[in-house]
T-cell receptor, first 117, second 113 residues
């Protein structure tokens, strides 16, 4: 049973370019989350999506960042006009249900490391 | 005051030692508590999951939650070099909003052969 799949694993972008990070959840999971891990910082929640819906984007920067989870295909985290401060590890996670509780936990992918030069 | 405090270490122990990792938190509404292990340049891997106060044991790992003190612990018995990793505590609310995990910064552990 494949886990949460993220690609690319490593991405280098010049300042001002766009970064697109993709995430396929675990089989049977319809809830997707994106977290960001800045150097020397803990993981920070960014956004929670279900198929075709953004449920909570309270952790997303107001500008340049967007996320989607279309009916078909992977979830996409898009960062426009990247700046050096966007350099971080971006983790996607998935769960079978939206509320953490008995029998429902959140599983993380291997991450996408973005470096902005 | 940060919501979740975790000593970043690094913590270095000899093989076979008992390791104690801890987190404190400020939000008394947290109900679910998790420990993740993260190897370098890898994703967090769920180790233990507990609900509210109490203990939970799984093999060499024991998770403890003391809600009255807002304090959680992970104990690793008979530590192995393969346990060398960063350990992240995470917690969430109950019900609506429980999908959002709040993490500590992680404690880096090295187990020396």
């Amino acid at each position: 049973n494949a886990g949460v799949m993220q690609n690319p694993r490593h991405l280098v972008r010049r300042r001002g370019q766009e970064a697109r990070l993709r995430c396929s959840p675990m089989k049977g999971h319809s809830h997707v989350y994106w977290y960001r891990q800045l150097p020397e910082e803990g993981l920070k929640f960014m956004v929670y999506l279900q198929k075709e819906n953004i449920i909570d984007e309270s952790g997303m920067p107001k500008e340049r960042f967007s996320a989607e989870f279309p009916k078909e295909g992977p979830s996409i985290l898009r960062i426009q006009q990247v700046v050096r401060g966007d350099s971080a590890a971006y983790f996607c996670a998935s769960s079978p249900r939206g509320q953490v509780g008995a029998g429902n936990t959140i599983y993380f992918g291997e991450g996408s490391w973005l470096t902005v030069v | 005051q940060k919501e979740v405090e975790q000593d970043p270490g690094p913590l270095s122990v000899p093989e076979g030692a008992i390791v104690s990792l801890n987190c404190t938190y400020s939000n008394s509404a947290f109900q679910y508590f998790m420990w993740y292990r993260q190897y370098s340049r890898k994703g967090p891997e769920l180790l233990m999951y507990t609900y509210s106060s109490g203990n939970k044991e799984d093999g060499r790992f024991t998770a403890q939650v003391d809600k009255s003190s807002k304090y959680i612990s992970l104990f690793i018995r008979d530590s192995q070099p393969s346990d060398s990793a960063t350990y992240l505590c995470a917690m969430s609310l109950s019900g609506a909003g429980s999908y959002q995990l709040t993490f500590g910064k992680g404690t880096k552990l090295s187990v020396i052969p």
